[in-house]
């Protein structure tokens, strides 16, 4: 028995367990636990873009409705007068569906989904590429 890929399974096993006093929303109630000794990133990618995109994993960032919270922003709407929240930029905001149709163009399967945009391999590097172009959630 290997005993590295026995510990391995069982820390899956325990971080996928409920935790009661786990909000509802946060990321680990959201997406299964992923062990990996590596991230792995494309290369010739900006660190703000990649903070970025961890950020926005954990439902983190420079968008409104996150800095309100905090007394940064005096209210959480977008231009559009919709409340800006992780799944209106990357999936509704009308800002951004020009960068939105021009990813789609060269994949006509790019799922718009947050759980394919945040937590799959093609869904990442395509959200990268996204970031990069509109410069969404980053800190100026």
Excluded: V
Excluded at 66 to 84: D, P, V, W
Excluded at 118 to 132: R, V
Aim: aromatic letters at 10%; one cysteine or more.
């Amino acid at each position: 028995m290997d005993i590295k890929r026995t510990k391995s399974e069982d820390w899956i096993i325990l971080l996928n367990t409920n935790n009661p006093r786990q909000s509802s929303s946060s990321y680990a109630k959201t997406y299964l636990w992923k062990t990996n000794s590596k991230i792995n990133i494309p290369g010739n990618i900006k660190r703000n873009i990649i903070n970025t995109l961890f950020q926005l994993k954990i439902n983190h960032g420079y968008f409104k409705l996150y800095l309100q919270r905090f007394g940064i922003s005096a209210n959480n709407k977008c231009r559009y007068r919709k409340r800006e929240t992780l799944d209106h930029l990357l999936l509704n905001c009308p800002l951004y569906k020009k960068a939105k149709r021009k990813l789609k163009e060269n994949n006509p399967s790019f799922k718009f989904t947050i759980k394919y945009l945040l937590h799959t391999k093609t869904g990442i590097i395509k959200t990268l590429e996204f970031i990069d172009t509109t410069r969404i959630a980053i800190r100026l």
